[in-house]
C-alpha cells in the first residue's frame, strides 16, 4: 500500500481468522459492571454478517494511525521476561475466551495470580485484530477489575486515552468504588459525547449540587417509563430521603453494581460488602468504616494482591485487638510480627513468625506476607521452631538463598529447593505429583495440544490454558501437570514454571 493512510483489512483471510465474528456482548463483561453509560455499538461486539457464497469478502478500512488500545502497558514485557510478541497470530476474542477461562480459586499456587496481574498490564504487541476488536483489553481491565486491581485498571485506561463508552463506565465504576465518583461527574458533564443512564445522571447531578435539575430529570424519566419501580423508588429516596422517610426501600439485589451500591449508601442503608465480588471491599478501606470491616477489607484485598501487604499492615495497626478468637487472633499475631521486624532483633522475628505464618495462611495472604518479609529477614541460621515457617516464606518468595539457608535436611526440603534452584532431577520425587513435576520440568515436548498452538505461534493461548491447569491443581492428572509444566517452559517461562512447580507441591504438603 505504499504511503497509503488506510489499512485495508479482508473480512476474511487476510490472517486466518474472520474480521467479523458473532459477538452479542462483549466477552469479558463482568455482571456487577454498571450499566450507568450507554452504547450504541462497540468493535467488541460486531454484528455477525452472513456473506452470501460468492460475494467479495468485507473490507475493513482503518487508518493506520488509528489508536490501539492493546498496546496499552505499565510495564515493560523485558521487565515481566515475556516477548513482545507473546500474542503472536492469535485474534483477540481467542485470547479474551481463554483468559477469562482461568479459574484462580483459593488453592490455585500464588506465583499465577502474581504473574497474570503483572502480564495484564504489560506492553506488547497487540493481537492480530486488536485494530478493529478490543475484546482482549476488556478482557485484560476486567480480569484485573475481577481481583481489585483498581488502580491498575484506571491506569490503563487513562493511558490508553480513548474515550468510549465501554472504557468510560469502568472508570466510572472504579470511581464509585473507590469514593472518587465527584471527580467523574464532571468529567460526565463536561462531555457530551458520553450517554449516562438516567440513574447515572441524576446520582451525578445530585452529587454535583444540582438537585433541581437532577429532580426534573427523574420527572422526565418517569414520564419517559424509563427506570424500573425499584429504581424510580431507590431514587426518589437519594434525592429527597425525608420526604419519603416512610416509604419501604426497595431491597438490594444479591449483587449489586457500583452506582446501585452508592446509592444504598446515600439512603442509609448501606450494603455488607461481605460475600460481594472483591473490588467492592475498597469501600471498607475508608476511614469513615469500622475497623473490624476494615480489617476484613484488608485482609481480602491482600488475599488477591490488591494491596501490598505494607497496606494490610498498616490497617492492622490501627490499634490493638478489642477481644479474641478469629481476626482479632490474626491481628494480635501480624502485630508481635511487625514489632519484631521494626526491632530488626532476630530471636523476636523467629519468636513471632510461627503464629503470624498460621494467621496469614489462614487469613490467604501468606504469600503476601512472605513477599513482605523475605527481604527483611536476619541473615542467620535458624534450626527451631521458626524453621519451617523461614523456609515457606523465602520458597513463596522466591528467595533461593534464603531457601537454602533455612532448608532442613528432610528429603521433602531438599526436592522443594531442587525445584526453586533449578536441580529437578537431582533429589528423588516422594509421590506422583512430584514426579508429574519433575517430568514437566524436564519433558522436551509439552503435549500435541500445547505443541499445536506453539507451531501456530499461538502462545498466548498456550500461557492462559496451561495457568487454568495449573491453578486448579492440573485436575490431579500427572500427565496434564507434566504438559502444563513443560508448556510454559517451551514458551520461554522457565522460572515461572519452577515456582508455580514448588507451590503445587507445598500445597500438596499442607494438605
Known sequence: MGTSRFLLIAAVGVFGVPALAESPAPLSAIDWLSDSITEEATPSAVPNVETPAGTPPVIQVIPLDAPVVDMTGLIDAAELGVPS????????????GVLNGVTLGPEAPPAIGRFLAKLLQARLDPPIDAAINDAFFLARLDRLLEKGHLSAARD??????????????????????????????????????????????IFCL??????????????????????????????????????????????????????????????????????LP?????????????????????????????????????????????????????????????????SARSTRIFDALPEAWEAATR???????AVWLAPRLPDVEEDGPAAPALFEVALLAGDIAKAERFAR????????????????????????????????????????????????????????????????????????????????????????????AVELVLREGAA
Not at 87 to 92: E, P
Not at 208 to 233: H, K, M, R, S, Y
Not at 363 to 369: A, C, E, M, P, Q
Not at 474 to 485: F, K
Open 156 to 201: 490503563l485506561i487513562d493511558m490508553s486515552g480513548e474515550r468510549e463508552p465501554q472504557l468510560f463506565r469502568r472508570r466510572f465504576d472504579i470511581a464509585l468504588l473507590t469514593g472518587n465518583e465527584t471527580e467523574m461527574c464532571r468529567e460526565i458533564e463536561s462531555t457530551p459525547e458520553l450517554s449516562p443512564t438516567y440513574p447515572a445522571r
Open 409 to 500: 535436611r528432610s528429603p521433602e526440603d531438599r526436592f522443594l529447593l531442587s525445584l526453586a534452584a533449578g536441580r529437578a532431577g537431582t533429589e528423588p520425587a516422594g509421590d506422583a505429583l512430584g514426579r508429574a513435576v519433575l517430568r514437566g520440568l524436564s519433558a522436551l515436548s509439552a503435549g500435541e495440544t500445547f505443541e499445536t498452538l506453539i507451531r501456530d505461534n499461538r502462545r498466548g493461548e498456550v500461557l492462559f490454558r496451561a495457568l487454568d491447569q495449573l491453578a486448579d491443581g492440573a485436575t490431579g492428572n500427572p500427565d496434564t501437570t507434566a504438559n502444563s509444566l513443560a508448556a510454559l517452559r517451551r514458551i520461554g517461562l522457565e522460572e515461572l514454571a519452577r515456582q508455580i
Open 278 to 342: 472483591v473490588p467492592f471491599a475498597f469501600a471498607d478501606m475508608s476511614d469513615t468504616v469500622g475497623w473490624k470491616a476494615r480489617l476484613s477489607a484488608a485482609e481480602r484485598l491482600a488475599s488477591t494482591g490488591a494491596i501490598p501487604f505494607e497496606r494490610l499492615e498498616e490497617v492492622f495497626n490501627e490499634r490493638s485487638p478489642s477481644a479474641s478468637g478469629g481476626v482479632w487472633e490474626r491481628v494480635a499475631a501480624i502485630q508481635q510480627l511487625s514489632s519484631a521486624v521494626r
Open 85 to 96: 510478541d507473546l500474542w503472536g497470530r492469535s485474534a483477540a476474542n481467542d485470547l479474551a
Open 206 to 275: 445530585a452529587r454535583l449540587g444540582q438537585f433541581d435539575v437532577a429532580a426534573l430529570t427523574l420527572g422526565n424519566a418517569e414520564t419517559l417509563d424509563i427506570l424500573t419501580p425499584e429504581e424510580d423508588a431507590l431514587l426518589l429516596h437519594f434525592l429527597d430521603p425525608e420526604l419519603f422517610e416512610g416509604d419501604p426501600i426497595p431491597p438490594a439485589p444479591r449483587v449489586p453494581t457500583p452506582l446501585q451500591f452508592r446509592l444504598y449508601e446515600a439512603v442509609g442503608e448501606r450494603i455488607s460488602t461481605e460475600g
Open 363 to 369: 487469613g490467604g495472604y501468606d504469600h503476601s506476607l
